[in-house]
Nanobody, 128 residues
Framework: QVQLVESGGGLVQAGDSLRLSCAASGRTFGSYSMGWFRQAPGKEREIVAAISWSGTNTYYADSVKGRFTISRDNAKDTVYLQMNRLKPEDTAIYYC?????????????????????WGQGTQVTVSS
């Protein structure tokens, strides 16, 4: 079992920045692709960004490209999401997720159905 705990959410104004963190604990050995997802009221959950275990490969949704950056520190079992130039449409609950991969260190997982563990979420609210 892997436990994921997100932090760093909050209420900000449009144009501001936030950095979300996701700390993993439990059976964190082995390689995991990590992802950030979000769900706004009345909308389906969508992927925001994902990163391979090695950190060399990343994926970003078109809506956040150029504004968000995903990164990870495997020594600290932590993944980050730096969010810059936030917009009101970024308002959502942000979830961290981990996809168990075994030995594949460069694979980036994007479908939510392939993620094995999820955090409880952290609220991000961007006012206009």
């Amino acid at each position: 079992q892997v436990q994921l705990v997100e932090s760093g959410g909050g209420l900000v104004q449009a144009g501001d920045s936030l950095r979300l963190s996701c700390a993993a604990s439990g059976r964190t050995f082995g390689s995991y692709s990590m992802g950030w997802f979000r769900q706004a009221p009345g909308k389906e959950r969508e992927i925001v960004a994902a990163i391979s275990w090695s950190g060399t490969n990343t994926y970003y949704a078109d809506s956040v490209k150029g504004r968000f950056t995903i990164s990870r520190d495997n020594a600290k079992d932590t993944v980050y999401l730096q969010m810059n130039r936030l917009k009101p449409e970024d308002t959502a609950i942000y979830y961290c997720a981990a996809a168990r991969l075994g030995a594949e260190t460069i694979v980036v997982v994007t479908p939510s159905s392939e993620y094995d563990y999820w955090g409880q979420g952290t609220q991000v609210t961007v006012s206009s």
